[in-house]
């Protein structure tokens, strides 16, 4: 907000130019002050809790879970769930040190290229499935339900579904690589 509030378009520079300086240097400033980003004893305990039921869930399960699993595991809701997660997570700092001094640190980005061709080989592989087959991936990882609703919506057992889902990923894994 100083940035775009401060920013004044006569002086021949674009808005990016200005921005980010100003935008780093106030970064650095809040923590040089000590002003670090304060999460709270309770949030940094979920996010452990958290991290320790991801564990156990891709181990059983062979896939991370969603925030949706994980609020339904931990009984929270997904909103504080994401936001222990993230806090959970190692900041990430916005320069680097070069031979030549210090520089932004360019935030690696997946290419929209790369993007449309995940998603055609996903598209790809989701089609070589029986419509059955598709129906539990879609209601999966599209409607983000859980195993339970999926077997509910398809007449099976969670646990049939846990085991099919198990096949048709390790199968789809196979096809796209």
């Known amino acids: 907000m100083k940035a775009a509030h401060a920013f004044d378009e006569n002086r021949g520079v674009r808005f990016s130019t200005y921005a980010v300086p100003v935008i780093l240097g106030e970064i650095k400033r809040l923590f040089r002050d000590g002003g670090a980003v304060h999460v709270s004893r309770s949030l940094k305990e979920l996010s452990l809790k958290a991290a320790r039921v991801r564990d156990d869930f891709a181990a059983a399960e062979g896939r991370e879970p969603t925030?949706?699993?994980?609020?339904?595991?931990?009984?929270?809701?997904?909103?504080?769930?994401?936001?222990?997660?993230?806090?959970?997570?190692?900041?990430?700092?916005?320069?680097?040190?070069?031979?030549?001094?210090?520089?932004?640190?360019?935030?690696?980005?997946?290419?929209?290229?790369?993007?449309?061709l995940t998603a055609i080989a996903l598209r790809n592989a989701l089609e070589t499935l029986d419509e059955r087959d598709r129906r539990l991936i879609y209601l999966r990882y599209f409607r983000d339900k859980t195993q339970t609703e999926t077997a509910a919506a398809l007449g099976m057992t969670q646990v049939q579904v846990s085991r099919r889902e198990k096949k048709l990923l390790a199968a789809m894994r196979t096809q796209l690589e």
């Not at 806090?87 to 290229?113: H, M």
């Open 67 to 116: 925030v949706t699993e994980l609020s339904d595991i931990l009984g929270e809701s997904p909103e504080l769930v994401a936001e222990a997660v993230s806090a959970g997570q190692a900041p990430v700092s916005l320069t680097i040190r070069t031979e030549d001094g210090v520089d932004e640190a360019d935030i690696p980005v997946p290419s929209s290229e790369d993007r449309i």
